[in-house]
């Protein structure tokens, strides 16, 4: 029998910095020119969680390339 997956392992249905799908159907709603300014907040939002993650992994990438090194000494 398989065991439940830790949560960070989870299917996640929408990227995990885009808002809820509730989200878009709002959106949809507003008039043309009222979108864009939403949709733009959106891409910046996304564009700042995705260099935040990539800067969040080269620092776990370092700190495990420097436990490997440290590990081999002894």
């Known amino acids: 029998m398989a065991k ?42 996304r564009g700042e969680l995705d260099a935040a993650r990539a800067k969040g992994y080269a620092k776990i990438g370092e700190a495990v390339a420097a436990a490997a090194r440290g590990a081999g000494k002894g």
């Open 4 to 45: 439940e997956l830790p949560w960070w392992l989870q299917f996640v249905p929408h990227h995990p910095g885009d808002p809820g799908p509730e989200i878009y159907g709002i959106l949809a709603e507003l008039p043309v020119e009222q979108q864009v300014g939403v949709v733009q907040a959106i891409n910046v939002a």
